[in-house]
């Protein structure tokens, strides 16, 4: 077929500058700092001396954890639909690493005629974020190590340094070395290892910081080690300790403001932090998300990977901490993805099978009632056309949806854009201008102890680096001598 | 005493905004990407598109290494001067590692009353190019590694591995490490190493390069290892036989634009490329220095540290690679330091003493006279004042030049800026309207084989990578919450 | 207390001259090789040229792992007990690790008045069988690198070799390695660790092989690794690809010939072959006790630790490959220790309480019962006396002993030496006097396919190198002028 | 040519029983211990309960580094040449170390028709001296981690351990390691390697003990590093600081006793010590030595490799420390060698050349004027002949020997055993018969501070573990079903 690239597609967008993006969505000049014509940075003081009220929040989440990129592409073809609805919307989506970008090929912009611009800049450095975070995480590092080739005062034992350094890579070289070699004035030998950047502390930290205050205190109660000693005797040592949370603070200051970009039709989308969804809650920052909703009358948003996991952490850990409640929930699901889960092979997706399809629908449907009964909350489903699909496959679709009380409705984003998303917007108004049913999280700035305030549990499986694959994007990426970049997906 | 540290002047100074410093020197709003509101990039294609005669070329070198920044002092304070006596001047100047910021207290942004500003910002992320350069630097490293893991088609003895990683970081524990444990799905163990980003290749691949093809050109050629064999069979391993020169040049697309920022009395600074000056060429990057010859009438620049070392380097590889030529040189010395050479203690150096004057004086006399007779360009001495130099030993070093034919002018611009540099822009002014006396080279981008294009002869001592010393900076550094950061010198 | 100390007991022996002991065992001078005036080597050609009739032979084991030394402790006693009675008796005994004497205080040649001597020598170097396997086992990974080194033909990933090298020492420091370091010209780095020699599979194999040419082919067979390549073309590379098997029998050749000594009361003692019970079969060598057999009306041995894990490993792996079969079996039990399993704390183990020895009798009669009922072997069970055991509490033990057919009897053989297992000896002989019921253990010589022939499955928490505790007992080892060493238990 | 294998002619040999040696050297038998039929250890005590005069002391050197086993071998041939001419005669020279016997072909017990026997067993692991002091060695570097490991009261500083681990293995792969990996449970991470076990320095204090106490008090004061600290506040750390002395002696008590053998005409050769040439003395021990003396009218012996290196080394070392006066030195050359040095190539050694001859000669003149002039010694040359040899080259070499005032005589020993050392012999009674001119080393038992007692200063390129060749000798050694080992040269 003809398709066109990703990158062709972003390519052709002809972008508005930046200064006309933040006009249309209310952010006064001095609040804008410009990174190129089609980026700025938006000062965070923005939401302290704001006080219009709130928009609509509007959550995508999706059934399964499914290729980088999906739910964003629902997320921003929703949000272009919205304002051809005539909302005033902005999207707050989360920023891409650049490592991933050199593996297998996939991006993290969106997809189709459902992308962010500049869609290279976004996906490569972008405002320098991940860089800064990379840096506070690596100087908290190499702080500790001074420490200690300094004389050690505060006794750390090298064994016991649970503080990683990082890099923005896919680098399985790094997951585990042994630094501080070749004699007693390169440091202390120890065992050490690399997390991609997305996976440090810091990452989810800065997602979690109302401002520079709030990011100190929290940098400055990262754990990064433990004392000699028996298990008895041994004391754990902090950032703060080392002194090192009003240079990491500094480092941070700019990653700490979020980044405003548009869609390919021009929206209004805020494009800030990206934890690694399956070691933090994997959302985009809480800044970013309360910014949207000051600036629109429609915020929407993306729930990391999977419903069951991706919702979850977004209701529990970000709506908690931030006091934060969607007002309507879109589950994005597709025929072909429940015919797989009931049964039939990927060669064979193509032909009508009722039977596979309800033998899989049970796996949406549970998500639904999630959405609806435990957390009380508004509820779409949003299903990914595709040209096989068939009426009756539709129609089987939407009845088992509506027996639940809730609407499935057809989303063609991904070809068509903003207006493939009609239908969508349309439910998602409707929903939003009902009365919601009782929601009752209503926790404010839950304080917690710790750093990102919230306990990981490292599963053995889950790799914190990973690796490239055995023909990596990057051999196909270039750029010719206009500056115009090629193969980047 | 009640002096102003370095941040405290830089922070009261009431920048201009760099549309405004752009308009100045005279760049087109369609060469210019803002980062903010006070830093730009500008694309290298004014240089092709602009066919404006070029200015004149002053090269500011000093006698012996000295603390980092003091040849940048008295660039930009002469810079400034230059501007007061009715010139339209640009200064070129290097952009600063991140890294050694949060090491030994000392800046690299100028000092006094001569710095170039957004002080804090030129001095941590600026606008990123360091951090491009440290990603395309481990993306190489990563492909290589990745290459190995996947079956190693190359050939590659991962024991001659040359191409090591790099970090903008003051972390001895990095010198050298063992990477690739745990297992044959991280990789393959070997011996490895980080540099600071402002040792690696690229960074003087950068600074060398015209433009993205000649940039992608030189990546290709960069040599990161040998395949197995007895001496006679390995064969070279290059970066294009990685595939690897599109994405690393995708990545360094706005790295390779010169920045452009101003100094404290608004004068143009373009401040582009920081290679280690013990390592390689020790300039800032070429397209920087042609930038300022093509915008303004005078180019002030400066040469690494000490004349022998970084005056050479900047006559024998910039100057024949890029086609330079100086137009006057100006060598920085002060009375207090010679009487140092000439053997007198840091206690004692308040009192008079011309014979140690004397004994110290053939160490700035061989460097001028090197300046004149092995190179033939024209010359004067510019001589940092301090309140205990007395008249009698003035007048001896202005004399001892004199017999030279070089004139010898007292230079205050760190304490009162481009005011303290009247003496010496006039010099500098008379010696540029006089003819000059057979400089004689001219040889054009001289091709060379490999990446950067010269060799780099590693000798024992040289630290590719630095440690952090006992008390380090980055404890004293810290940022309030409007975002002021102090503590930075 | 007054007890002498074990080597005090030792030291104060007049042993006999080796050549006295092997006349008494019927040795014939030809097989005999001195090592010193009271160990000695067998060759073991002894065992092919000589057809006389098997002995009975005796099997030791204890209900449970105790302290190393124990079993052996009845074992050794048992046997002078035996040649009291009259009987031509040869005990078989695995040979101490040297490494572990330095570790935790306590020998591994019997205890009090049951032990082989000269003890020192048995406990340290002995006749050097340990250190031709650790030369054998590491010559071994020495070849494997260097094949490597030397161009690789074989192919072989350094990533998945599973051959470690190993030292007799107990010594954590080895456990982990990266070695090959150091640039090009020191191998290739690669992941390794040492092992203790006990549980090299080298030491299963001697102790497995019938003579040179089977140790031989046994080692040729040795799987060191696995070459280059997917799962599914990956070959395993053996010691014999290597052409190492011949090299490595050449050291083993005297390593291979089982080692005399005589017990205090002048009973000779074949010692040879000392596994790791916890990773390999845990008994003394095939040959040592075959050659007592030979040798003996009566063949005293002893089974690993633990009936359960020792008296099985010794039944289904030595005697099916060994083609052996007991006459009868002795399990070695105390009062304490049934009370302590019953649940009586260590201080209150004086106090009689047969509430608490009746709870733990379980633990004992399980033992008893798989011996006779599952293996169908005579049984009888050593009661160790201690003084505090009360008439009360022993003749329970007798009695539920007697209950499923099998007598119980005290044994004084630590206290007393031989005159302490008279009763042992006694009951010993009459089961070996009674015709045996049904055993049918009859396989001779089953062949498996590589090395020692049988799969090692390591569960997480075994150790196979050990550590030195807090206060190493190689503190207060010494030897004074004239060569008496103390403080070696 | 039909020539036999060293060991072909080694194994031919109808070896004497050990003890019929024993008696020949007058050996009581209370001091002799067994290792089999044909080796034994000599109890140390008999030098101190023994009054006899000393016997003269013959000491071998050769002109130039040799291929290991030829001083060895004009040793051996010239202690038989002694013999047949009706001397009471003992050899005394050092034993091979095993590691390298798998690596280059080439024997260390001498070569020819002049060895000592059995070869296999001195090649091999003879009597355990080498393992012995391995594992002392390797106990004193467990003892150091494992004082680490539970709490470093001594405060070592692991990063400046000095104490090595050793083998006795050809093995590249270990020169560098980093051990204690693996987490906290695994001792801690530190840069550690190892030398072959003839380098290590317990090798050099065993060879100058003199008796037990003597080398525990050396072990005591062995360094093994150095407390944490700024060089003026590092501590040393030794053996006796971590209490292992005792343990170190009671492993080494029977490798300080030297060990006897025969030639292969039966003349009694003490076998003991082998320390590194080319980092310590190089020689036998003066135990062994100064039993020779005590035992034979005549006792030969060998100086390390080189007159230049090794005789001196055994002039100013061991004479010296054990006040040991040579009466006359054998220098070993042949006229190929000579030649050889004298420019002509290997391929035209067969061709009489005088002019080369003469041109190489002054390397030899050299050496025998050193023996002569600076050492007072009576001195003979040696030359080993060769078939090709012509009568004017013979000549040539020893008129200008004659000149030095040395008499030249041909040696056949390799061919022809001491038949072929007769002339040899026969010089060297005349020398000794002969009043000595002026000796002057009487130093007698020079004290010294720690463990060997003298500085090895490490030159760059000497290797302390060696590696493997491409073809092993490993690979071609066999032993068949009777024991017989082939292809050990």
């Known amino acids: 077929m003809n398709y066109k690239s990703d990158i062709e597609i972003a390519q052709a967008c002809t972008m508005e500058p930046i200064t006309r993006i933040a006009q249309k969505a209310g952010i006064d000049d001095r609040y804008l700092e410009q990174y190129g014509k089609y980026k700025a940075k938006i000062n965070y003081s923005l939401l302290s001396e704001n006080d219009a009220p709130d928009g609509k929040l509007i959550l995508v989440t999706a059934i399964n954890p499914t290729p980088a990129g999906e739910g964003k592409t629902t997320t921003i073809g929703l949000a272009d639909a919205l304002q051809r609805a005539g909302k005033k919307v902005v999207a707050a989506l989360r920023e891409p690493s650049l490592g991933p970008i050199f593996g297998v090929k996939g991006g993290a912009a969106g997809g189709g005629y459902s992308q962010v611009v500049p869609m290279e800049d976004i996906n490569l450095h972008f ?5 800064a975070i990379s840096t506070a995480n690596n100087l908290l590092a190499a702080l500790i190590d001074n420490h200690i080739y300094q004389g050690n005062k505060l006794n750390i034992d090298p064994r016991r340094i649970t503080w990683r350094r990082c890099m923005d890579m896919n680098d399985r070289q790094l997951r585990s070395v042994v630094d501080g070699l070749g004699g007693k004035s390169n440091g202390t030998p120890r065992e050490d290892g690399y997390d991609i950047t997305a996976a440090s502390e810091i990452m989810a930290v800065l997602c979690l910081a109302d401002d520079i205050d709030d990011l100190k205190a929290r940098l400055s109660r990262l754990v990064v080690g433990y004392t000699y000693g028996k298990a008895s005797e041994q004391k754990p040592v902090t950032a703060g300790d080392l002194h090192a949370e009003g240079a990491m603070c500094a480092l941070l200051k700019d990653a700490l403001k979020p980044n405003l970009v548009q869609t390919l039709e021009h929206t209004p989308a805020i494009v800030h932090g990206g934890p690694f969804a399956n070691i933090a809650h994997g959302c985009n920052s809480v800044t970013a998300t309360r910014m949207a909703l000051k600036l629109g009358d429609y915020c929407v948003t993306e729930a990391g990977f999977g419903a069951d996991l991706g919702a979850e952490k977004f209701l529990d850990i970000k709506c ?14 597709s025929v072909r993805a429940l015919k797989h889960s009931g049964g039939v092979s990927l060669g064979e997706l193509d032909q009508e099978n009722l039977e596979a399809l309800e033998r899989g629908l049970p796996n949406l449907l549970k998500h639904v009632s999630n959405i609806r009964d435990v957390f009380h909350l508004p509820c779409v489903v949003a299903v990914n056309a595709f040209p096989s699909d068939t009426g009756a496959e539709l129609q089987l679709l939407q009845q088992k949806c509506r027996e639940l ?4 409705v057809i ?7 903003g207006e493939g998303g009609a239908a969508l917007a349309r439910e998602v108004i409707r929903l939003c201008e009902e009365d919601n049913s009782g929601f009752t ?6 304080k917690v102890s710790a750093g990102a305030g919230f306990i990981v549990a490292l599963i053995g499986e889950i790799m914190t680096m990973p690796g490239l694959p055995k023909c990596p994007a990057a051999e196909n990426i270039d750029i010719d001598r206009s500056g115009r970049i090629s193969g980047l997906f």
Chains 1, 2, 3, 4 share one sequence.
């Open 441 to 446: 999280v209503t926790v404010r700035n839950l």
């Open 411 to 417: 989303s063609e984003v991904w070809a068509k854009g």
């Open 405 to 408: 009380g809730v609407n499935a």
């Open 127 to 131: 405002t320098g974020d991940f860089h």
């Open 320 to 333: 908690r901490m931030a006091g934060l409640t969607p007002n309507a929930v879109v589950v994005v699901a």
